[in-house]
């Protein structure tokens, strides 16, 4: 099970990043020649650093994170992907 701190953590990453939605767009706009679907690629790009900094953060504390927590990180984005789509949708980029 993920620790209180950690799933903080998760919680205010994904409120930055929503909050930074329009720097992501703009990001994933650079390779438009190769991306079609802007939102989704600044969902990916979202997406991957959030569990980027997710594994770094165990990987600081030399442990690495069981399948449960890999499963509860997976379930704390599902319950917010709808926020961060619209933060997505909402920028201002």
């Known amino acids: 099970m993920i620790s209180v701190t950690t799933r ?22 650079l390779y438009s020649d190769e991306v ?24 600081s504390q030399q442990q690495k994170p069981s399948l449960e927590d890999i499963q509860e990180f ?5 319950k917010r992907a709808a926020q961060i789509k619209r933060g997505i949708l909402d920028s201002k980029s």
């Open 36 to 59: 079609v679907d802007i939102p989704a690629a600044t969902f990916g790009i979202i997406l991957g650093s959030i569990y980027s900094a997710f594994i770094q953060s165990y990987t």
């Open 8 to 29: 903080s953590f998760i919680d205010s990453l994904i409120d930055y990043y929503i909050s930074e939605a329009a720097a992501y767009s703009q990001m994933a706009r």
């Open 74 to 78: 997976t379930q704390i984005v599902k």
